[in-house]
């Protein structure tokens, strides 16, 4: 009986570690999914709102995108347009290569 007794204390340490740790995991868990969550709907709710630029589009996948998204030269970023012409407008270009879709 006694050594009985003297296993349940010395384990009664790690067995309520076990039970704070597994509350804490999931709370935390839930914690940043709803992080998670704030942030893409504000990070949308920010792109939606601002003032864009003419030549800006939004692209599934890709986020914002600035220039012309046909042209094969066509960077796919917001902050600049392509290697031939990163600043200028795309309207008139002579590097222009448009993408064949088969």
């Keep these: 009986m006694l050594t009985a007794l003297v296993i ?3 384990l009664l340490p790690a067995g309520v570690s076990l039970i704070v740790g597994w509350f804490a995991r999931k709370s935390f868990q839930e914690n940043i999914a709803i992080a ?7 990070r949308l709710r920010y792109i939606t709102r601002r003032p ?3 030549d800006e589009h939004y692209v599934d996948g890709m986020g914002l995108v600035i220039g012309d998204i046909t042209c094969q030269m066509n960077a796919r970023s917001q ?3 392509c290697t031939a ?3 200028g ?4 270009c002579t590097e222009y290569e448009g993408k064949d879709y088969d």
């Design 85 to 87: 012409n990163p600043f």
């Design 52 to 54: 864009r630029h003419p």
């Design 8 to 10: 349940f204390v010395g």
């Design 79 to 81: 902050y600049i347009r």
């Design 36 to 42: 998670t969550d704030r942030a893409s709907t504000d």
């Design 89 to 92: 407008p795309c309207e008139g």
